[in-house]
């Protein structure tokens, strides 16, 4: 069973960073896409940030892009959001998801963790 838990979040002040991990469990996390949605009460889930198994690839959602970095160390099974420059309408609860069979679905996903970021 593949299991992933989020850390990181917090409270900040708009202007500051915060920067989240991903802690995985997966044997063949270094096959796995990886990938950060986020979700704020009463909204939809909006995609943040993707990163291909081997970290070479990336891609951010527009409303982060510019702001927010997305890596991987695959010897450590984990992925980072590194969030920059962070804005009151960045808050929501961070969820991170793998796709482990390279087909843009994410088969698995985390428990988030929250970040407010106060004006």
């Known amino acids: 069973q593949v299991q992933l838990v989020e850390s990181g979040g917090g409270l900040v002040q708009a202007g500051g960073s915060l920067r989240l991990s991903c802690a995985t469990s997966?044997?063949?996390?270094?096959?796995?896409?990886m990938g950060w949605h986020r979700q704020a009460p009463g909204k939809d889930r909006e995609f943040v940030a993707r990163?291909?198994?081997?970290?070479?690839?990336?891609r951010y959602g527009y409303s982060v892009k510019g702001r927010f970095t997305i890596s991987r160390d695959n010897a450590k099974n984990s992925v980072y959001l590194q969030m920059n420059s962070l804005m009151p309408e960045d808050t929501a609860t961070y969820y991170c998801?793998?796709?482990?069979?390279?087909?843009?679905?994410?088969?698995?996903w985390g428990r988030g963790t929250q970040v407010t970021v106060s004006s």
């Open positions: 998801a793998a796709d482990t069979t390279q087909d843009y679905v994410y088969d698995y």
């Open positions: 997966g044997s063949t996390f270094s096959s796995w896409n």
């Open positions: 990163i291909s198994w081997g970290g070479r690839s990336t």
